[in-house]
């Protein structure tokens, strides 16, 4: 098993923010019992059953390898973020993949909206890397980054239907 390194000091303790339903999961535990997690479709929030806010997973010896135990948001692996950006402080999520080949990170709201020095610093960030950057505010998502990454956010989240685009609508 591949695992990121964790920063020295650095640890998720209290936060459960990655088990409360801001991130979509299928979980299913060693002995069998399962449980998912995500936004439901009244856009409320489904954690994971297992989950003792605050606390960790109840379930802990019977997590599985994915996600439980090689997820790591961005705080626990990048020595770059501020130690005020843990999730359980900031309420917001940095979580680093890969989709259709395509490495980028994503920047999602978890408890509040997000604070404008956090996508200030994120936005900053990724310009200065070039690296691939995408973040949810209010149900939107925006994104940055290299034309691959630009063109399969634009074929997944299409902002204009063809019959508007290019079209003065004024």
């Known amino acids: 098993m591949d695992l990121l390194p964790v920063v020295e000091g650095r640890s998720c303790k209290d936060c459960t923010k990655c088990c409360e339903g801001y991130l ?11 449980s998912w997690m995500g936004m439901k479709d009244d856009m ?19 997590r599985p390898v994915s996600p439980c135990k090689i997820f790591k948001c961005d705080y626990l692996t ?15 999520i940095f979580s680093t993949r890969t989709i259709k080949g395509v490495e980028y990170t994503m920047l999602i709201e978890a408890g509040r909206k997000l604070d404008s020095e956090i996508l200030s610093w994120a936005i900053s960030k990724h310009l200065e890397e070039g690296t691939n950057f995408a973040w949810r505010v209010l149900g939107n998502i925006f994104w940055i980054g290299n034309e691959e990454f630009n063109s399969m956010m634009a074929e997944d989240y ?5 019959s508007s685009h290019g079209t003065d609508t004024h």
């Open 24 to 34: 979509r999961a299928d979980i299913k535990l060693s002995d069998g019992r399962e």
């Open 44 to 62: 409320s929030l489904n954690p994971c059953t297992f989950l003792q806010q605050g606390v960790g997973c109840g379930s802990y010896a019977e």
């Open 78 to 92: 990048d020595k770059t973020m501020p130690d005020s950006f843990k999730p359980s402080r900031s309420n917001a």
């Open 158 to 162: 299409p902002l204009l239907n063809e």
